[in-house]
């Protein structure tokens, strides 16, 4: 496997390539590592809202183990709308931690999305 995958859903899953030419599926980001815009993450990385409290949980990739579970709140960040950026930026350093433990000389990333 020469990929990644950041986030699940029932028809579409979200992928990273580091340093690939030959990647799948649509195309969302295509650079430097360190070049994303806070734009394109929302797209890719996992997260969830709860509508009573209002509250936004973005995925720790660090603390992940197999699939992510709702219940365990020690493997999310917290955070609101007055804060989102710096919640996804902390997600996005999570996921890049996460990915340097297996290839430690990356520099180029492909983000796709696939239809599955």
């Known amino acids: 496997m020469n990929y990644t995958i950041t986030k699940q859903t029932p028809r579409n899953e979200w992928r990273i390539y580091l340093d690939q030419e030959k990647i799948d599926g649509k195309v969302i980001y295509q ?20 509508k009573s409290s209002g509250k936004i949980l973005l995925l720790d990739y660090e603390k992940l183990k197999g699939e992510p579970d709702h219940k365990d709140m020690n493997m999310w960040i917290i955070g609101n709308n007055g804060n989102i950026d710096t919640v996804m930026e902390k997600s996005w350093e999570s996921l890049l931690n996460q990915l340097k433990k297996t290839n430690t000389k990356f520099r180029k990333i492909a983000i796709t999305k696939v239809n599955i």
């Open 31 to 50: 650079g430097h590592k360190l070049g994303i815009e806070t734009k394109h993450l929302h797209e890719f990385l996992e997260f969830r809202q709860e």
